[in-house]
């Protein structure tokens, strides 16, 4: 047996929870200095082990489960999460070589999983009982099924291009022009959508602080709320990566310098977007759940649509016709 | 047809967003309040009982825990009425450092609102910028008069504390900074797409409504109702001042937050004067008797703090201690207007129309 | 979508402007001179004048006299005197009306201790906390002949 089928998964899961540590330590930091603070700075060395303190607290600390809560389900959706947040990872192609499953309807299984945690989400919500987790679970599943659609449709413009669903073939096929260009209008609306299927601000709704106090993880502590929290990290580097695939080229050097190597350049691309998101969460308030719901059907999805249509005619174009 | 249930949703007391210890019981149908009913009293201290045991002065500190987002006022509302009933006569500096601090903590006391609405809301960073701007102000308090929150610091005919050397002149600068500094939040925020999002055309209540229910303050203001006790009844000496009464037309909670903003300028525009005019020298205390006997009778004077009509009703049997002391407290009777704005909204709208209320606990609860 | 894309600049300005926070543990916050904190009591200087427990609005000050061990003197000496921090809010009366400056203001602030019971503060924890007291303090002061104050 191929001793990296076991070990590359393993290397992954240590560099997704480095990244997690790090991103929201990295949070934090962009967050301060946003807002004239230094951030976390009293743990390690410019507090570079902050989150590793707030993560061994997590574990020692006590498991408390509601009296009234549904135990099996309560217990189940923190890994249910979780599972669906790595599987995915193992499409996303970091450099030509770095990459676990090429398979050919690798952005298809990407979009297809990561669905899965909505239904964690809401198993969360409603197991535990309580009225404000129940409310951030139905608001967090009405949210993430709609985004999803535009979500899908935004990267129908890519697939048409390319001609295919693997995402080794997506990002071969940006040697030239990245898709950010010729599809401007399906990036805005991928970006829009992606940042609502992570709950970030500001469609941070389901676990709105000033209203649903955390949403659908109120009633969680200890590990299992550190379950959640590193879901919704995972899920960050993966939407990151995604979107450094499907739209800035991946590991593809622009302008010609490619004796810099392809992994460095996605990982300038892929923090480029962490960085973007937390600087969003420094800048704007939350939006109000039923303009979250028009602004999906009314606005991104007919604007995907167009983005779709918009594309398959310009296929057509005869000079424009070489970029589509 | 769905056989839907209404819930009973408990919102505070500890909740992010009730700003203290209120606690809401909003009965909802889905996210949709069908009732909600404010629950007070978690912070009752009895603050006017206590004060018929205590003399004239001691009752300032406590005033202080009142509206502690703006104590300055509240001082004032004491001292002022115990003057009115005394009849004694406040030298022109003491009026000035008044004035001045006053206006200070009404800026100090806009930038609380303004941070925690937008926190409310979602935005994090207006919070901290809000808060670094007020710093300043309470820096510029705990020179004056040793503390940054509870400042004890006018006294019946007079104030406690001269200003220092030098401070008058960061209260210009002070004024300098922070008008640049408004130019950034309407920037980040009056411009922001989300927020006229969450703000206009919600919480919307006409001119008739505010007057049955008694609104004051910019609760009031809002709807387009041109009342400001410091241009109708002025007091101390803001008739000396010019300066604007902003004013809105709809009265949703967009306009409330432009009318808090510019208030703040307001603000800006009679500290500019009054540190420009301020007297060179002259007493900070009137003539005032060591022990503080009240004359028997009564008095009502009403001031305005940031939050409305701050009242304070004295009725004296001519003792040192009052026989009854009353505050109309703003923030309790602008409260009472808040299930009447509730009934059909959404949970999201909750917090919007509550932020903008501008509820002190420590004011409603007494 | 300006309004965003302005708040969006306002954002990264500021993640470059200093920092405004206080080293405060590392670096003592030093107060201005004004500063409400804890009481210095020098016995010294008391004449049991019994004002400070009286203007105390929260009842926080106990005192008692005796009466002065040379026989030739006349008035009292302090005793006891004690604060209870528990329920002192600093607000500065006592120090106002005290006639001798036996009770003054500092600028030391802290107070936190594991048991409320060490929030009790005698005579001599008063009188040994002696740094930072602040300059000026009565409005109330004694001529100094000595006789009736003004």
């Known amino acids: 047996m191929n001793p990296w089928l076991v070990l590359g998964p393993v290397i992954l899961l240590l560099i997704v929870l480095g990244f997690v540590t790090y991103a929201i330590f990295f949070e934090r930091k962009v967050l301060g200095w946003i807002q004239g603070r230094i951030g976390p700075n009293r743990v390690g060395p410019w507090g570079l082990l902050q989150t590793v303190a707030d993560v061994l607290k997590l574990l ?18 923190p890994a249910l999460a979780f599972i669906p947040a790595f599987a995915i990872l193992a499409v996303i192609p970091f450099t030509d070589t770095i990459q676990f499953a090429d398979f050919a309807v690798g952005l298809l299984y990407y979009l297809a999983l990561s669905s899965v945690t909505i239904i964690a989400i809401l198993v969360g919500g409603w197991s535990s009982n309580n009225k404000y987790a129940l409310l951030g679970g139905m608001r967090s599943a009405a949210q993430m099924i709609s985004y999803e659609i535009p979500l899908v449709m935004s990267v129908v413009g890519i697939i048409m291009t ?19 260009f010729p599809q401007a209008i399906g990036f805005v609306v991928f970006l829009i959508a992606s940042i609502s299927e992570l709950n970030r ?3 941070d709704l389901p676990e709105a602080e000033s209203e649903l106090v955390a949403g659908y993880h109120v009633e969680y502590s200890g590990f299992r709320f550190a379950f959640f929290m590193l879901t919704e990290y995972v899920y960050m580097f993966a939407m990151a990566s995604l979107t450094t695939v499907l739209y800035l080229g991946g590991w593809n050097a622009p302008f010609g310098l490619t004796f810099i190597p392809p992994i460095v350049w996605f990982v300038l691309k892929f923090g480029f977007i962490v960085f973007f998101l937390i600087w969003l969460r420094g800048t704007f308030p939350r939006i109000r759940v039923d303009q979250l719901m028009q602004f999906a059907w009314k606005v991104l999805l007919p604007l995907a649509l167009l983005n779709i249509l918009v594309t398959a005619l310009l296929k057509e174009v005869p000079f424009l016709g070489k970029f589509y | 047809m769905l056989r839907t249930e209404e819930m009973l949703l408990n919102v505070g007391p500890q909740h992010p967003s009730t700003h203290g210890v209120l606690r809401l019981v909003v009965k909802i149908d889905g996210e949709a309040i069908v009732d909600a009913e404010p629950v007070i009293g978690y912070l009752h201290r009895g603050t006017e009982k206590l004060a018929e045991d205590l003399n004239y002065t001691q009752i300032i500190p406590y005033t202080d825990r009142l509206d502690y987002v703006s104590a300055m006022t509240n001082n004032y509302a004491i001292v002022h009425a115990t003057e009115q009933l005394m009849g004694l006569e406040v030298p022109e500096r003491a ?11 009404r800026i100090a006391s806009h930038l609380v609102w303004m941070g925690t609405y937008l926190l409310d809301i979602g935005a994090l960073s207006p919070f901290l910028y809000a808060f670094r701007d007020r710093e300043q102000i309470l820096d510029l308090f705990n020179e004056l008069c040793g503390a940054r929150l509870t400042y004890n610091y006018m006294r019946v005919g007079g104030v406690k504390w001269d200003a220092p050397p030098g401070w008058i002149d960061k209260v210009g600068s002070f004024v300098e900074y922070m008008q640049k500094q408004m130019v950034e939040y309407h920037g980040l925020i009056s411009g922001n797409e989300i927020f006229k999002q969450r703000t206009k055309g919600i919480g919307v209540y006409d001119r008739k409504m505010a007057l049955d229910y008694g609104l004051s303050g910019a609760n009031l203001r ?20 010019t300066f604007n009464v902003p004013v809105g037309k709809t009265g949703d909670l967009y306009e409330k937050y432009m009318c808090r903003m510019n208030e703040v300028v307001e603000s800006l525009n009679i500290l500019q004067q009054a540190v420009n005019a301020f007297p060179a020298e002259g007493k900070i205390m009137g003539k005032v008797p060591r022990v503080l006997r009240v004359p028997e009778g009564e008095v009502y004077v009403g001031i305005e703090s940031p939050r409305g009509e701050l009242g304070c009703h004295i009725v004296s049997k001519g003792k040192d201690k009052p026989w009854r002391l009353k505050f109309r407290r703003p923030s309790f009777y602008n409260l009472q207007i808040l299930p009447e704005l509730l009934r059909g909204q959404n949970i999201s709208n909750l917090v919007a129309i509550l932020g903008g209320i501008d509820i002190v606990l420590g004011e409603v609860d007494g | 979508m300006l309004g965003l894309v ?17 080293k405060y543990p590392d670096e003592p916050l030093v107060m201005p001179d004004r500063f409400r904190g804890i009481q210095h009591f020098d016995p010294e200087k008391c004449i049991v004048c019994n004002q400070c427990a009286r203007i105390c609005p929260t009842d926080c000050i106990t005192l008692t006299g005796k009466k002065h061990p040379d026989p030739e003197q006349k008035g009292k000496v302090i005793d006891t005197y004690d604060i209870n921090f528990e329920i002192c809010i600093l607000c500065d009366l006592c120090t106002e009306v005290c006639p001798t400056e036996a009770i003054v203001m500092t600028n030391n602030f802290e107070l936190a201790v594991y048991s409320r019971d060490e929030l009790f503060k005698d005579l001599n924890w008063l009188h040994n906390n002696n740094t930072h007291i602040r300059s000026e303090n009565s409005t109330n002061l004694m001529p100094k002949a000595g006789g009736k104050a003004k």
């Open chain 1, 201 to 203: 601000t500001p469609f």
């Open chain 3, 6 to 22: 302005k708040g969006l600049g306002i954002t990264l300005k500021n993640m470059a402007k200093p920092k405004v926070t206080y």
């Open chain 2, 222 to 241: 809002v709807t387009g109702v041109d009342w400001d006790l410091r241009k109708k009844q002025p007091y101390s000496i803001y008739d000396r001042f």
């Open chain 1, 162 to 180: 390319v001609g295919s669903l693997n995402l080794n073939e997506i990002v071969e096929a940006q040697k030239e022009v990245w898709f950010i």
């Open chain 1, 60 to 77: 020692l600390k006590e498991d408390v489960t509601p009296k009234k809560a549904d135990l099996a389900l309560f217990k189940l959706a």
């Open chain 2, 95 to 105: 009026e000035f450092l008044r004035v001045i601090v006053m206006e200070l903590n």
